[in-house]
């Protein structure tokens, strides 16, 4: 009986856990009431505020957009809240914001809002660019054929929309597993806004270098020395995240986002290869521009699409890895700090070190879930004298 009474407790102690590690789930897909009206107020300043529509940048800054002698950053973001603390701490951090150039990419739902953001809070002498994914004339259906099938591929709607604690078999899973799957359901991984850097050479053809980034990082240390960085003919300066000592979501080797007993990926990959990090990584273009690692990434998405996704199933990062193989360019782990979404124990005084630090992970700064003692690092360059900050009661 005292058997029987044990195990009973210790069942329900562990779906107890896994409806707390679900309910986490879902506080982090959803979008905060703050954050809502801010989308909401600017996108209607767009439409009564001549101020709010102006040009971005102003005409005579126009050509600065292609000027390679300048620091080219990559945004994709349809969170205005996010964008605005990049773009504010990268200026801040910098020691040349003169020679910053933001290119912010949005959806066309966000995009009269983020505009109106950036028209209204210039961050001169640094220069910002709104576009919208619609404005693009390279992407077409014909370009990101792959894309269009994965939003309505039936398997993967099911898998980022389905219920996803109704019949899973608990008892064959570890609370720290379940919260990975979690993670990787997450409904942005189908958002073109987060396959956009596969395309960055076709969408800046004029460019040579960029510094992609992250909206959920902050920058804290002058990043003009990411573009002196000699990537020895390689594509992606990223840092590589088998050396850490992170334990929990954020895996390390290609074991941790493969299926190694389909025969494709036992074939073409190595399990114990070293994965490396999104977030913030240097891209080469022109050298980007002489390879096939979109047509790769295509080509890996949709055998993964015919294979029902049983080669991985967490997010944008596997097929990269896969496309970039051979093109990757280690660079030191403090120019990029991660885990902060989600690893409660992150080291505080290493966080103050780091140039860039990335809250990757489900418990974001701008939700509830964020971790109070990391939050400060994020909220510092929120601009809470603001009207539309105030009164949309951002973080109160």
């Excluded at 003919?233 to 850490?244: H, I, M």
Aim: net charge positive.
């Amino acid at each position: 009986m005292l058997k029987g009474m044990m195990e009973r407790s210790e069942r329900e102690i562990r779906e107890s856990k896994f409806a707390e590690l679900t309910n986490k789930h879902f506080a982090a897909s959803a979008v905060p009431k703050g954050i809502h009206c801010l989308s909401l107020r600017l996108t209607d300043e767009y439409s009564t505020n001549a101020h709010a529509r102006k040009q971005l940048p102003s005409p005579e800054l126009l050509p600065l957009l292609s000027d390679n002698s300048l620091h080219h950053f990559v945004l994709s973001t349809d969170n205005i809240l996010a964008a605005s603390v990049v773009v504010s701490s990268g200026v801040q951090s910098s020691l040349k914001p003169e020679k910053i150039v933001f290119h912010v990419i949005t959806d066309k739902k966000t995009y009269a809002g983020m505009h109106s953001w950036f028209a209204l809070n210039p961050v001169s002498p640094a220069i910002v660019e709104v576009k919208g994914i619609h404005q693009f004339d390279w992407l077409t259906r014909e370009n990101v054929p792959v894309l269009e099938a994965v939003e309505s591929h039936y398997g993967i709607r099911k898998y980022y929309h389905g219920n996803h604690i109704a019949g899973a078999n608990l008892s064959d899973i570890t609370p720290r597993s379940f919260a990975s799957k979690l993670q990787a359901r997450s409904p942005k991984y189908i958002s073109l806004l987060n396959h956009i850097r596969v395309y960055l050479p076709e969408l800046f053809p004029n460019l040579d270098k960029v510094v992609f980034l992250d909206d959920d990082i902050v920058i804290q240390r002058d990043l003009s020395p990411l573009w002196d960085i000699d990537l020895n003919g390689k594509v992606n300066g990223a840092v590589e995240t088998c050396k850490g000592e992170d334990r929990w979501v954020m895996s390390k080797r290609f074991r941790n986002y493969f299926n190694f007993s389909h025969p494709l990926i036992a074939k073409n990959l190595n399990p114990d290869e070293c994965a490396w990090a999104y977030g913030m990584n240097i891209f080469d273009l022109c050298a980007w521009r002489k390879t096939s690692i979109r047509d790769s990434y295509h080509s890996w998405l949709k055998e993964n699409l015919k294979s029902n996704l049983t080669m991985w199933k967490l997010g944008t990062l596997p097929p990269a890895l896969i496309a970039f193989k051979g093109h990757v360019h280690p660079i030191d782990p403090s120019w990029h700090m991660l885990g902060l979404g989600y690893q409660n124990n992150t080291n505080v005084e290493n966080v103050k070190k780091a140039a860039v630090i990335h809250y990757n992970g489900q418990s974001k700064p701008w939700l509830e879930i964020g971790f109070e003692h990391l939050r400060p690092f994020w909220t510092k360059y929120v601009n809470n004298t603001n009207d539309f900050i105030r009164n949309c009661h951002i973080l109160e």
